[in-house]
């Protein structure tokens, strides 16, 4: 028979044996073991293709998009100047022809003049003289302004700049074009202020 020592030695062996037994605790390997020790250490990280292609990816993508947004840009400032200078055209529109009706209550007074001269019957008589340079003093007045009148008589009609009021036989002037002036026209900075009232020939009288 064993001693008591013997027996609980005997004991201890059997209980060690079956704790490290192939059922009960299965040797790990390959990946497995590897992670076992990373998980013991600092956390493990994989390598693969994946990661080390990302920084190259990321590094291409921003170098692709770089000329985008100079592109983008480049709009930005070229729309911007056109902005910039589509507002100071219409400013300076607007100076030119903020007057504009003014001025055309003006021609009323030109209109006045210029009849008083024309049915005047004697162009010597100082009065009729002191109205002349009244007249012209007011047309220079107008053009510093940039109101002008323009000639109608001898040309062809335009619906654009004359306003025909009648048509009458002329054997001076060819049909179709001004034998009258009744209402002078007038521009106003190269733009129609208002349009002449004309008389246009129909050809020599039959």
């Known amino acids: ?41 600092e956390p493990a990280v994989e390598q693969g293709p994946e990661n080390g292609a990302e920084p190259a990816n990321e590094a291409e993508s921003e170098t692709a998009s770089e000329p985008d947004w100079k592109d983008m840009y480049a709009r930005m400032l070229a729309d911007f100047d056109n902005y910039r200078k589509r507002v100071s055209r219409d400013r300076e529109e607007l100076v ?10 003006m021609l009323v007074t030109a209109d006045n003049l ?13 009065f009729v003289k002191g109205v002349q340079l009244a007249y012209e003093g007011f047309l220079k007045a107008l053009k510093d302004h940039g109101a002008e009148p323009f000639e109608s008589v001898g040309e062809e009609l335009d619906p654009n700049r004359h306003e025909a009021i009648a048509t009458l036989p002329s054997d001076d002037v060819e049909e179709g074009r001004i034998s009258t002036e009744v209402k002078k026209g007038w521009m106003l900075n190269g733009r129609l202020l208002r349009a002449a009232q004309v008389v246009v020939s129909s050809g020599p009288a039959k």
């Open 1 to 41: 028979m064993m001693s008591e020592e013997e027996s609980k030695k005997t004991s201890a062996e059997e209980t060690a044996g079956a704790e490290t037994s192939p059922e009960e605790k299965p040797e790990t390997s390959g990946a497995n073991g590897a992670e076992e020790v990373a998980a013991d250490g």
């Open 96 to 105: 030119k022809f903020a007057a504009s009706e003014t001025v055309k209550d």
């Open 114 to 126: 210029a009849l008083a001269i024309g049915q005047a019957k004697d162009p010597e008589d100082p």
